[in-house]
């Protein structure tokens, strides 16, 4: 199975920036979409953003539209999700994930241990 490491979040005050990575550990990952989820503790996890295998695409919540970019590279086998002008409510752990596209459900049946994103007010 493919193995994902998120890395990246951390606390940061409102208005700021962040850059999410994705890692992965197979050569398939330039075959799948792939897609960034959040999870705040107690609620259900949601979708974020995701990309097309060839990066031709993407897709955002609109929570995150204008302000989230998502962008991948194959050759590293690696997502990014560039975050700016954040906002309290973007605090939660990020999680990627391959997606189906177009529902963006979460196509792996398990996930990696996320990254924390923590924005202050």
């Known amino acids: 199975q493919v193995q994902l490491v998120e890395s990246g979040g951390g606390l940061v005050q409102a208005g700021g920036s962040l850059r999410l990575s994705c890692a992965a550990s197979a050569r398939t990952f330039s075959g799948y979409n792939m897609g960034w989820y959040r999870q705040v503790s107690g609620k259900e996890r949601e979708f974020v953003a995701a990309?097309?295998?060839?990066?031709?695409?993407?897709y955002y919540a609109d929570s995150v539209k204008g302000r989230f970019t998502v962008s991948r590279d194959n050759a590293k086998n690696t997502m990014y999700l560039h975050m700016n002008s954040l906002k309290p409510e973007d605090t939660a752990i990020y999680y990627c994930?391959?997606?189906?596209?177009?529902?963006?459900?979460?196509?792996?049946?398990?996930w990696g241990q996320g990254t924390q994103v923590t924005v202050s007010s």
């Open positions: 994930n391959a997606v189906e596209w177009p529902s963006m459900q979460a196509m792996f049946g398990y």
């Open positions: 990309i097309r295998w060839n990066g031709g695409n993407t």
